[in-house]
């Protein structure tokens, strides 16, 4: 469901980019798109906690549908756009 998620991110032309933070013990998404000649971005740091899940596939779930929503956003966004 995550990798169908992520190609499917690829297709529509969006970039994905995580890292983990020891500081903060969380992940920090951030989620790009090129419309127009410029750039469209949403960057969200996502604890454990929040995710409130041991479970891998509650896991995946949790980040798809926090994928899906930012490219959402973005999507407003750029339909928003002069």
């Not at 899940?53 to 930012?70: A, D, R, Y």
Request: with cysteine; charged share 30%; hydrophobic share 40%.
């Amino acid at each position: 469901m995550f990798e169908r998620t992520l190609k499917d991110l690829a297709n529509r032309h969006f970039e994905v980019i995580w890292r983990y933070e020891n500081m903060t013990n969380s992940i920090m998404v951030r989620l790009e798109k090129r419309f127009d000649h410029q750039w469209y971005k949403l960057e969200r740091r996502i604890g454990f906690e929040d995710l409130k899940t041991s479970n891998m596939p509650l896991f995946e779930f949790c980040m798809v549908q926090i994928l899906k929503g930012m490219a959402q956003e973005i999507d407003r966004m750029t339909a928003d756009a002069p």
